[in-house]
């Protein structure tokens, strides 16, 4: 089992079990409205990333659960090798109930592979991310946005969340999706724009 995939785990299966069950229907729902609906740039990126375009899209599956769908959104010049210093959005629309604490806690273990920090930031990080990621159920969606040389900002269904001012956090932080050391290769190159090799 891939780490990325483990983003939803927690401590353990059962912390998935509770909340992933009850919701099964209206999740499967939300999937395939998805699926259906042509890519919109969401509202809250509207004055922050002026003729952005959806790059790609993804969705993460567990145990043959829809987790959620990612999709990237950047203006033109782009560039995957030098992600972190383009503007660009990565938003993440959920099919599941997840705990925002336990979504904080993953996105650091992803981070943790791309180069371990000192022990002070990235608690400071992981508290920075508690804040920022409530508790999620399927529909809703958070939008990160990366802002190069300042770090990245971010919304719950379009409402304004703490930013994080930390350039190093914001190109570890997206580097889940976007890093050549992603846990998840093919998602990336979905949310790229690329064939699968």
Known sequence: MDTHRRIVLGSGLAALAGTVLAPARAADKAAEAATASPALLPPELASELTGAQALGSARLR????????????SGAGFNPASYAQSLFALELTYFRSLSGRLIAERSLKEMQRQGKQDAAREQAWL????????????????????????????WFNGQPRPSIRDVDFSRLFFGIWLADATSEPAMRKALLGQKAA
Do not use: C, H, S
């Open 62 to 73: 567990f145990l043959g659960l829809d987790i959620y769908e990612a999709r990237l959104w």
């Open 127 to 154: 508290e920075a991310m508690v804040q920022a990621f409530p508790d999620v159920k399927a529909g809703d969606r958070i939008t990160g946005l990366n802002l190069p040389g300042v770090g990245a900002r971010f």
